[in-house]
């Protein structure tokens, strides 16, 4: 702070200083000075931007934005492709409360689980045992006579793409009702298929395309989603916080807490605070900032060619965008001068909580941000989070 202060009267001064002696050479008025000397002083400043200062305290920084969107708690960050640099939470788990998040506290990473489920895929990929070229229709024979001629040419790259025309959610509740959690994704994929929303080849965000994944790999392991990404994604990255659905033991704050649009916390908390556990692979993991850390440290590991979970191929795939949209497998592409060019993202909501993970593979470096709460105001606080993380990076030597 004093290096701000210092730095901004010095720059403000000196431009005083010049525009005075210009004013005395053509005769200028005293508001004009002012004037230029204001001008001036914001040029120099923008010209000159100072960097982060990488030596204060990061829950400092967090709380600051924190405070500024009136969120209950934040949490945030950094991490390379070697190790987690540093993180920090600040806040109450739940608003109205003295208990304070901990940076050992669960997140619910909503949409973000849709990277993992396309990492599981990949498991599958890497062992011959699916291809991204694979139709969907030749996992559920018995559908095969349900759909449209259009939907039996669906592939899993296209489906992970959210390219398949699927509609972005299905009656889900409903769908939840009976039946085991392997019964109901295939008959979300019977719905999704049979009864298509838009134009295979079309680019159409949908939470139903990660969960028809999820039924073709309970097809391949034989196992629900949960046991399956569990066994092959997060015990070999050491993610051992890992769960499904809503945080906290009910009626207890022993976890952040969830909260509304509005930032009131909501009435309940505990697992059955989110959406139905059909909706699965689409978004409904949670775990601790260092383990997501975990998993996004080997999303840049592999992405640049280095020794990962998977075959280097298996990144390439997942993190490669299909022209002209965007989005790859559970990520969004674009460029980004921080990132020195490519940068990958994705935010999750189940809309009580949110998050957003940004990868900057050229230099080898990302950041996370959470937020016990959904809304607009998460989605900024996150947004801005990220942004200083980014920052706090790029300023250390």
């Known amino acids: 702070m004093l290096e701000r202060v210092t730095y901004t009267t010095l720059t403000v001064m000196l431009s005083g200083f010049l525009c005075f002696v210009?004013?005395?050479?053509?005769?200028?008025?005293?508001?004009?000075?002012?004037?230029?000397?204001?001008?001036?002083?914001?040029?120099?400043?923008?010209?000159?931007?100072?960097?982060?200062?990488?030596?204060?305290?990061?829950?400092?920084?967090?709380?600051?934005?924190?405070?500024?969107?009136?969120?209950?708690?934040?949490?945030?960050?950094?991490?390379?492709?070697?190790?987690?640099?540093?993180?920090?939470?600040?806040?109450?788990?739940?608003?109205?409360?003295?208990?304070?998040?901990?940076?050992?506290?669960?997140?619910?990473?909503g949409s973000d689980t849709k990277m993992m489920t396309a990492m599981l895929a990949g498991t599958y990929v890497a062992e011959k045992k699916?291809?991204?070229?694979?139709?969907?229709?030749?996992?559920?024979?018995?559908?095969?006579?349900?759909?449209?001629?259009?939907?039996?040419?669906?592939?899993?790259?296209?489906?992970?793409?959210?390219?398949?025309?699927?509609?972005?959610?299905?009656?889900?509740?409903?769908?939840?009702?009976?039946?085991?959690?392997?019964?109901?994704?295939?008959?979300?994929?019977?719905?999704?298929?049979?009864?298509?929303?838009?134009?295979?080849?079309?680019?159409?965000?949908?939470?139903?395309?990660?969960?028809?994944?999820?039924?073709v790999l309970e097809k391949i392991g034989g196992k629900p989603w949960e046991t399956l990404i569990q066994e092959r994604i997060f015990q070999p990255l050491g993610m051992g916080s890992v769960g499904f659905g809503g945080l906290g033991t009910p009626g207890q704050i022993d976890q952040p807490w969830p909260h509304a649009a509005n930032g009131n916390a909501l009435p309940f908390n505990g697992p059955l605070m989110d959406n139905p556990e059909v909706m699965g692979p689409a978004g409904t993991v949670h775990c601790t900032m260092q383990d997501w850390a975990k998993f996004l440290i080997d999303q840049l590991r592999g992405g640049t060619g280095m020794k990962a979970l998977l075959p280097a191929d298996i990144y390439t795939a997942i993190q490669t965008p299909i022209p002209p949209a965007d989005y790859s497998y559970g990520w969004i592409?674009?460029?980004?001068?921080?990132?020195?060019?490519?940068?990958?993202?994705?935010?999750?909501?189940?809309?009580?909580?949110?998050?957003?993970?940004?990868?900057?593979?050229?230099?080898?470096?990302?950041?996370?941000?959470?937020c016990n709460q959904g809304s607009d105001s998460a989605f900024k606080a996150c947004d801005e989070a990220a942004y200083t993380l980014i920052q706090r990076h790029i300023a250390k030597p």
């Open 130 to 215: 699916l291809s991204w070229n694979d139709k969907i229709i030749s996992f559920f024979p018995d559908l095969d006579g349900k759909v449209p001629a259009a939907m039996r040419e669906i592939t899993v790259g296209q489906v992970l793409s959210h390219r398949a025309g699927l509609i972005e959610n299905l009656p889900w509740r409903e769908l939840s009702l009976s039946g085991t959690l392997e019964q109901q994704r295939h008959n979300a994929v019977e719905q999704a298929f049979t009864k298509p929303a838009y134009p295979p080849g079309d680019y159409h965000y949908a939470n139903t395309d990660y969960v028809v994944i999820g039924a």
């Open 333 to 370: 592409t674009c460029d980004r001068p921080w990132a020195g060019g490519r940068a990958l993202n994705h935010a999750g909501s189940n809309t009580m909580n949110f998050c957003v993970a940004w990868l900057a593979p050229g230099k080898k470096f990302g950041v996370l941000a959470c």
């Open 22 to 109: 210009l004013g005395k050479i053509v005769d200028l008025s005293w508001p004009v000075i002012a004037f230029l000397t204001i001008g001036l002083s914001g040029y120099l400043l923008m010209a000159n931007p100072l960097k982060a200062d990488p030596n204060a305290p990061l829950d400092q920084a967090l709380e600051t934005i924190r405070a500024k969107y009136k969120v209950p708690a934040l949490a945030g960050a950094i991490f390379t492709t070697d190790k987690l640099v540093e993180f920090a939470a600040v806040g109450a788990r739940k608003v109205g409360t003295t208990v304070p998040v901990t940076a050992d506290d669960l997140w619910h990473l």
